[in-house]
């Protein structure tokens, strides 16, 4: 893994034995990306770029579908200004060698308004025991000193929850085959992972995880400059099924992200301090009213600061803070068999503050009330292939909102 991609991800379901789990290596992330060690303080250029993005989510009959699939592949490019996509593109499949003996891989790529995020990987899995599942996986990178190496244990069923435990190591090579070497790590960094996939009977399921990467350390080799890095995250989404006809869907995320430079004795380096903290949470409730009527609505906040800092004190901190309070309805209707058409509302108070504490930092704040209104149309070639086409109207600023395309293959 390399540093300057960052160590962030987002959620991506896959299969082993029928049955789905989060595939290691990927941070779940519901519905707006989190930025890795890509610690800036840098604003989106305008105020709706996480509402844009929220609003190309995959829709839950796609959630579902995608869960149920060993392999698969999920693309969606969505407008997010005049100039720029927001892209999402996920591909993972899975083949039995043999009776104990599973090959996988997949692929990921991530670009919005500011950074852009690609992984590889490829795995291996074999049956040690009946209860028992070994694997290792790595990166697949030209550059030696930037592949990670991950090991996991798989337990099928553990009081009826499927549940994964891992260890990842980030460029293994580092210190020996990196392209700068210059620069080596005094302490090499640890991933560890949990993720639980299970629920209660046939009407209540949840899936839930944490990860933690033990903070790293990369010297240069002149002793000038040390750089470090830790970050721990947490993501979980719930399902229930009231009734045959109402359902709830929770979903919440949150991570915290910390980088630093800390100058030796004999630099004219400052030290300087990063951060970010990230929260995000949604609920959802949708009733069947009939087989081709689905009503749904929801809330949805979600939370992004970014603070740099020089602990010298020579100047105060900059700082970037988003916060987003969302209510939303919409309606499921199904025009044909292959054809849903999803109308939706989105309206919610955005705030934001940002600054800059420079010699001619500038300081910025907005207060204000967003609405947008969606018309993507869901249409299906078969069980397992659909595409899905929209635009969309934002009605504070009475103005073409964007368009979506999105494409999904399961098999």
Not at 28 to 46: A, L, N, Q, S
Not at 114 to 119: A, F, T, V
Not at 227 to 240: H, I, K, T
Not at 283 to 302: D, H, K, Q
Request: with cysteine.
């Amino acid at each position: 893994m390399r540093v300057k991609f960052g160590l962030a991800a987002v959620f991506l379901p896959a299969l082993l034995r029928g049955s789905p789990e989060i595939a290691p290596g990927f941070t779940f992330v519901p519905e707006t990306p989190f930025r890795g060690d890509e610690i800036k303080i840098r604003e989106p250029r305008g105020s709706e770029e996480f509402l844009d993005i929220f609003s190309y989510r995959l829709p839950y009959a796609w959630e579902e579908r995608g869960e149920r699939s060993a392999m698969k592949f999920q693309g969606t490019a969505g407008s997010v200004s005049t100039d720029r996509f927001w892209i999402d593109q996920r591909i993972h499949f899975a083949y039995d060698l043999a009776r104990r003996l599973r090959f996988w891989a997949r692929a990921f790529e991530a670009e919005d308004f500011d950074s852009r995020y690609r992984r590889f990987e490829l795995g291996v899995d074999v049956q040690a025991l009946s209860w028992l599942w070994l694997g290792v996986y790595g990166e697949v990178l030209a550059e030696k000193g930037g592949n990670d190496l991950g090991l996991r244990a798989v337990f099928p069923r553990v009081l009826g929850q499927r549940v994964t435990a891992g260890l990842e190591l980030p460029d293994l090579l580092m210190n020996r085959r990196g392209e700068d070497l210059n620069q080596r790590y005094s302490r090499y960094g640890r991933s560890y992972y949990v993720d639980v996939e299970g629920g209660i009977g046939s009407r209540i399921a949840w899936h839930w995880g944490v990860r933690g990467n033990a903070p790293l350390a990369l010297e240069d080799e002149n002793r000038r400059l040390d750089f470090r890095y830790g970050q721990v995250s947490a993501y979980g989404r719930l399902r229930a099924d009231v009734t045959d006809r109402l359902t709830c869907v929770f979903y919440a995320a949150g991570e915290g992200a910390d980088k630093g430079y800390r100058p030796w004795s004999a630099s004219d380096f400052e030290r300087e301090d990063f951060f970010r903290r990230a929260l995000q949470g949604r609920a959802e409730l949708r009733w069947t009213v009939a087989p081709s009527i689905t009503p749904y609505g929801g809330a949805r906040a979600f939370r992004l600061q970014e603070k740099e800092r020089f602990l010298d004190g020579s100047r105060p901190a900059d700082l970037y803070r988003h916060r987003e309070y969302l209510g939303y309805v919409g309606i499921e209707l199904a025009l044909t068999r292959y054809a849903v058409l999803r109308p939706e509302l989105i309206a919610g108070h955005i705030d934001r503050v940002t600054r800059f504490a420079g010699p001619e930092g500038e300081h910025r704040s907005s207060h204000r009330w967003a609405g947008k209104l969606s018309f993507p149309l869901d249409i299906r070639f078969a069980d397992n292939a659909g595409i899905i086409a929209g635009a969309s109207l934002d009605l504070d600023e009475q103005k073409f909102g964007g368009g979506t395309l999105s494409l999904q293959m399961t098999y």
